[in-house]
């Protein structure tokens, strides 16, 4: 047996205890779903076969999110139609890396959207075939899984529509639906796993979109500094006593009192990082109108003036919806790892935390559509690098990913 297939078989071998039958509780970001199929290399058909015959990869997943994003459960969007499956969040890890995807072969989803660029990418705009240039940021693909409408203007109704939209953009990856199928069944190893995972489809660019949309559902971030404090609130102004109390009475909410205080100690948020966040959630600077929830993003659409002093500025939703209200005004980003993903807004305009702070210091660039939200906040000096501090104390980790394991 070759050393490859070796590993993937001693893998199985440790994972192949549940029948096909049951599903299996996973934590999104925490539990290991997207770092790709054990070994080294390309993906050689023996390794993909085995992993196709344990049947625990094909078990249906029944996720949670992690602390911070775990409020959110009730907004968790898409896997009623879509299932969740260890084989199919690999199968699109595998199309997400992969620049075959792409009409030339040098543009995968990853491009524009790169684990070590916070899924984003360091450029002003994206960057496509013949090295074409869009008109807009690239938005972060994680925590999507809490969100239906995707790009800045929401043109897509669900995550598995926008996963393909970028084939068949010809400044994004130039290609066809039907040709990147068709490149994609000349490649045994896709074909093996579409088959498999999708026994009544086989490869379309409608099953394609289903495994691209799992493996972005399964791009959750980690804790933050911000949640270990928020779970710790609830145990700070306990005195010795209560706490003497609470280890004799009930020592499972104790273990947790101790797990909370270790964890704030090991994740410290900064003096200042703390005065932020209650600028954050105040009324001074009202973040929050907008950035609320689990994933600290509203999940609608608002004018904040950026690029709305040229001549034909970007109308965002307005073009997907037609609504004058909808002119200039763009989806809600998430603060959580925002640090990562710079530069900033739907045009990258804003190179750092700092003059996106900025920005809305002044109360954004008059307009006849500008959000109400926006107004003028007459921060300090020191309330805005409060602000940012705050923005970068709301870091948590990305799930391990392997980018380089595709097909042969």
């Given at each position: 047996?070759k050393?490859?297939?070796?590993?993937?078989?001693?893998?199985?071998?440790?994972?192949?205890?549940?029948?096909?039958?049951?599903a299996?509780?996973?934590?999104?970001?925490?539990?290991?779903?997207?770092?790709g199929?054990?070994?080294?290399?390309?993906?050689?058909?023996?390794?993909?076969?085995?992993w196709?015959?344990?049947?625990?990869?094909?078990?249906?997943?029944?996720v949670?999110?992690?602390?911070?994003?775990?409020?959110?459960?009730?907004?968790?969007?898409g896997?009623?139609?879509?299932?969740?499956?260890r084989a199919?969040?690999?199968?699109?890890?595998?199309?997400y890396?992969?620049?075959?995807l792409?009409s030339?072969t040098?543009?995968?989803?990853?491009?524009?959207?790169?684990?070590?660029e916070g899924?984003?990418?360091?450029?002003?705009?994206?960057v496509g075939?013949e090295?074409?240039?869009?008109?807009?940021?690239?938005?972060?693909?994680?925590?999507?899984?809490?969100?239906?409408?995707?790009?800045?203007?929401?043109?897509?109704?669900?995550?598995?529509?926008?996963?393909?939209?970028?084939?068949?953009?010809?400044?994004?990856?130039?290609n066809?639906?039907?040709?990147?199928?068709?490149?994609l069944?000349?490649?045994?190893g896709?074909?093996m796993?579409?088959?498999?995972?999708?026994?009544d489809?086989?490869?379309t660019?409608d099953?394609?979109?289903?495994?691209?949309?799992?493996?972005?559902r399964a791009i959750?971030?980690g804790?933050?500094?911000y949640?270990?404090?928020?779970?710790?609130?609830?145990?700070?102004?306990?005195e010795?006593?209560?706490?003497?109390?609470m280890k004799?009475d009930?020592p499972?909410?104790?273990?947790?009192y101790?797990?909370?205080?270790?964890?704030?100690?090991e994740?410290p948020?900064?003096?200042?990082?703390?005065?932020?966040?209650?600028?954050?959630?105040?009324?001074?600077?009202?973040?929050?109108?907008?950035h609320?929830?689990?994933?600290?993003?509203?999940e609608?659409?608002?004018?904040?003036?950026?690029g709305m002093?040229?001549?034909?500025?970007d109308?965002?939703?307005?073009?997907?919806?037609k609504?004058?209200?909808?002119?200039?005004?763009?989806?809600?980003?998430t603060?959580?790892?925002v640090?990562?993903?710079?530069?900033?807004?739907?045009?990258?305009?804003l190179?750092?935390?700092e003059?996106t702070?900025?920005?809305?210091?002044?109360?954004?660039?008059?307009?006849?559509w500008?959000?109400?939200k926006?107004?003028?906040?007459?921060l300090?000096?020191?309330e805005k690098?409060?602000?940012v501090?705050?923005m970068?104390?709301?870091?948590?980790?990305?799930?391990k990913?392997?980018?380089?394991r595709l097909?042969?």
């Amino acid at each position: 047996m070759k050393k490859t297939a070796l590993v993937a078989a001693v893998f199985i071998a440790a994972t192949s205890l549940l029948s096909a039958e049951d599903a299996v509780n996973v934590t999104l970001g925490i539990d290991d779903l997207t770092s790709g199929i054990p070994g080294h290399g390309p993906l050689k058909n023996d390794e993909l076969k085995a992993w196709l015959d344990n049947e625990s990869n094909h078990q249906t997943l029944n996720v949670d999110l992690p602390l911070g994003m775990s409020l959110g459960r009730s907004q968790i969007k898409g896997l009623k139609e879509n299932p969740l499956t260890r084989a199919k969040i690999e199968l699109g890890r595998q199309l997400y890396f992969d620049p075959r995807l792409s009409s030339d072969t040098t543009i995968s989803c990853a491009t524009c959207h790169h684990p070590q660029e916070g899924y984003s990418r360091h450029t002003r705009f994206g960057v496509g075939v013949e090295a074409l240039e869009g008109g807009r940021n690239s938005p972060v693909s994680y925590n999507r899984i809490l969100s239906n409408e995707q790009f800045w203007d929401g043109r897509a109704a669900s995550l598995e529509e926008q996963a393909i939209g970028p084939i068949a953009n010809p400044i994004e990856m130039g290609n066809t639906h039907e040709k990147c199928v068709a490149d994609l069944l000349k490649i045994p190893g896709y074909k093996m796993q579409f088959d498999r995972i999708f026994p009544d489809e086989g490869l379309t660019i409608d099953t394609a979109a289903k495994a691209i949309a799992s493996f972005e559902r399964a791009i959750v971030t980690g804790p933050t500094p911000y949640d270990y404090r928020e779970s710790f609130r609830r145990f700070a102004n306990l005195e010795a006593e209560d706490l003497e109390d609470m280890k004799e009475d009930d020592p499972e909410l104790y273990a947790e009192y101790e797990e909370a205080k270790k964890a704030v100690a090991e994740n410290p948020m900064s003096v200042s990082a703390i005065r932020g966040q209650e600028l954050f959630f105040g009324k001074k600077a009202g973040c929050s109108n907008c950035h609320v929830g689990a994933n600290l993003a509203d999940e609608l659409y608002h004018n904040l003036g950026i690029g709305m002093e040229k001549d034909e500025p970007d109308l965002g939703r307005y073009e997907v919806t037609k609504m004058e209200k909808d002119k200039g005004a763009f989806k809600t980003p998430t603060i959580r790892n925002v640090a990562l993903s710079a530069p900033y807004m739907h045009d990258g305009s804003l190179a750092t935390l700092e003059q996106t702070v900025e920005h809305y210091n002044k109360g954004g660039t008059p307009n006849k559509w500008l959000s109400d939200k926006i107004t003028p906040l007459k921060l300090t000096p020191q309330e805005k690098l409060d602000l940012v501090e705050f923005m970068r104390a709301c870091t948590g980790s990305f799930p391990k990913v392997s980018p380089g394991r595709l097909p042969e």
